[in-house]
């Protein structure tokens, strides 16, 4: 386990690490509705996919415990609302409306006649909602190692690891992992303009678990893929589409486009609530468009910009299926064609 928390639950209340406030200050929020929880999601208090899915199913637990109605259908109909807003936080990310799904699905038994029951079921699923992405974040690492080798150059771009996650991480946990076993692993972080997720979150859990890294600018990866030669990259995804195209964080398409010129592999790890066979391929995945200000100024502070530039914020790109090497799952490596092999895992 990391010596911090992403997400917790503290009896009523939904406690999340303020991750924009990293690495500067150490703070703990603590919510009490899911509004508030929705809110979070959407100025990133919490961010990372998984991370973004047990968020919204702890936010649905808040509806029966703090209910004063004691009336089970007024608690159901207020699920329903909350359910509305934690799906309209965020759009790309598809654990969040996987984590939903799941709730409401079991939240919908008719045999959950009282509040009582409704309370203690909500708060049954969630838990295990979190509990099951930390095994599975460590499956995908344990899957990983052998396509490590002994001695390492990675990209990593954004921060997946125990932030991102409830704990362990994704990619940034194959990096920790392979670390802990004893290979020599050194990171390349990419900053990850504009919200800096490289630089400020995945710099503060790689100094955390001690893995060699070096921070570089987004643009710096074909330039360091060309002189210092990189052994692989490995980025997450906010969802991966039914033929293996894939959002991941802004930035990920021209990392893989530099890792194809140059021969290096590209692996992506995501859990399986990542993969969503409804969406065909990466044009239906919707992207979200933050707000210009991302772009304009450095963290909401520093202007860097003309006053009143316009600017084009897309949170996440795709990249295409025919860039990615294999994708890493907790239930193995898929290999293309992706189309017939991602099928098979479900
Ligand atoms: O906008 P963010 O910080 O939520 O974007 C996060 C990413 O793009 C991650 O790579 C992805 O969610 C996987 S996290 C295990």
């Not at 076993?181 to 972080?189: D, E, I, N, S």
């Not at 504009?194 to 710096?220: C, H, K, N």
């Not at 859990?271 to 200000?293: K, L, V």
Request: glycine residues 6%.
């Amino acid at each position: 386990m990391s010596a911090f928390h992403s997400i917790q639950w503290i009896d009523g209340a939904v406690r999340m690490l303020d991750q924009r406030k990293l690495p500067a200050q150490t703070v703990y929020n603590d919510y009490t509705t899911p509004d508030q929880v929705a809110e979070a999601i959407r100025s990133m208090v919490i961010r990372g996919a998984p991370a973004i899915g047990a968020a919204a199913a702890y936010g649905l637990v808040l509806v029966p415990w703090h209910d004063r109605t004691g009336n089970v259908e007024a608690v159901r109909a207020e699920l329903r609302r909350a359910d509305q807003v934690l799906r309209a936080s965020r759009p790309t990310a598809v654990n969040l409306f996987w984590a939903l799904d799941r709730m409401m699905q079991r939240l919908a038994d008719p045999s959950l006649n009282t509040v009582d029951k409704l309370r203690d079921a909500a708060l049954a699923e969630a838990h295990a909602i979190a509990q099951e992405d930390v095994e599975i974040n460590k499956a995908i690492a344990r899957h990983a190692l052998p396509l490590i080798p002994d001695k390492a150059t990675i990209i990593h771009h954004c921060n997946t690891g125990s932030l991102a996650t409830v704990d362990y991480g994704t990619a940034l946990g194959i990096i920790r992992y392979a670390h802990e076993q004893g290979k020599q692993v050194f990171a390349l972080v990419d900053e990850t303009r504009p919200r800096l997720q490289g630089a400020r979150l995945t710099a503060w859990e790689l100094m955390q678990y001690g893995v060699p890294f070096q921070i570089i600018v987004d643009s710096a990866s074909g330039h360091f893929m060309r002189t210092m030669g990189v052994d692989l990259c490995v980025v997450g995804a906010d969802r991966v589409a039914a033929n293996g195209d894939t959002a991941n964080k802004i930035g990920t398409y021209n990392l893989a486009l530099a890792a194809h010129a140059h021969g290096v592999p590209f692996y992506v790890a995501a859990p399986t609530t990542t993969i969503d066979m409804a969406t065909p391929n990466g044009d239906a995945i919707p992207i979200e468009e933050r707000p210009p200000e991302e772009v304009t100024l450095v963290l909401g502070q520093c202007r860097i910009a003309p006053e009143g530039a316009p600017a084009a914020n897309p949170a996440f790109d795709v990249t295409p299926a025919k860039y990615i090497t294999a994708i890493i799952t907790e239930k193995g490596v898929v290999y293309p064609p992706f189309e017939e092999n991602l099928a098979k895992l479900f």
